[in-house]
């Protein structure tokens, strides 16, 4: 089946740095592609999406581009905020009907 | 109006006693999802219902039996609760191809 790596955590970074969280991932077909956050104490919240190569999804200063020749889905923030303190979940889609996650990366922000 | 509601959001019981949680999505998708993440924040795939009928179950215990009454609620009973099912239930619901919309989650503790 499909499947998710994205890099461990935890990442600590420092306001203002430059944020890349790595995702690579194993499929059969065009899966989608989408990246998740999930703030302390809620639920996972659609950060952004691709659905096919090439394609970049983009939301509150994050971006990630779906390449297909590389199998990857790195996320990137040219400049992160306290605020951006939260566990990111890389998934993507396997056949019709399920969305398989990775293990989640978790990011700390210091002031 | 919350997209996906579940209840309750904390629920705490002994060992040996049988509980539910309650989901509902009012946004009218025909795909609804349970996953389990345990404390590492892994999101693990339970079940799944198209328009009230299972198409995923993976490897979860019989003493879970989910339940649609109709296509916009997905309850998830828990037979005879053990220490290990301990974790933070989330529901979820899509429509085919397109993301998933989580609700808050419902944190498990069994003492």
């Known amino acids: 089946g499909n499947s998710v790596t994205q890099m461990e955590g935890p990442v600590t970074l420092s306001e203002e740095a430059f944020l890349t969280i790595n995702c690579t991932y194993t499929a059969t077909g065009y899966p989608s592609l989408f990246w998740y956050v999930q703030y302390p104490g809620e639920g996972l919240q659609l950060l952004l999406k691709a659905t096919k190569a090439d394609d970049k999804g983009s939301n509150k200063g994050f971006e990630a581009t779906y390449r297909k020749e590389t199998t990857s889905f790195h996320l990137e923030k040219g400049s992160v905020q306290v605020s951006d303190s939260a566990v990111y979940f890389c998934?993507?889609?396997?056949?019709?009907?399920?969305?398989?996650f990775g293990k989640g990366t978790r990011l700390h922000i210091l002031p | 109006d919350t997209a996906v509601s579940q209840t309750p959001k904390y629920l705490v019981t002994q060992m040996g006693n049988d509980k539910s949680i309650k989901c509902e999505q009012n946004?009218?998708?025909?795909?609804m999802y349970w996953y389990k993440q345990d404390s590492k924040k892994f999101l693990k795939i339970m079940f799944s219902?198209?328009?009230?009928?299972?198409?995923i179950n993976e490897t979860v215990p019989n003493r879970f039996s989910p339940k649609s009454p109709d296509k916009a609620h997905l309850n998830l009973h828990i037979n005879s609760l053990e220490l290990g099912d301990s974790a933070v239930y989330f529901c979820a619901s899509r429509r085919q191809g397109a993301e998933a919309f989580f609700g808050q989650g419902t944190r498990l503790t069994v003492v």
């Open positions: 998934a993507l889609t396997e056949g019709r009907d399920k969305i398989i």
């Open positions: 946004l009218g998708h025909d795909t």
């Open positions: 219902y198209n328009n009230k009928e299972l198409i």
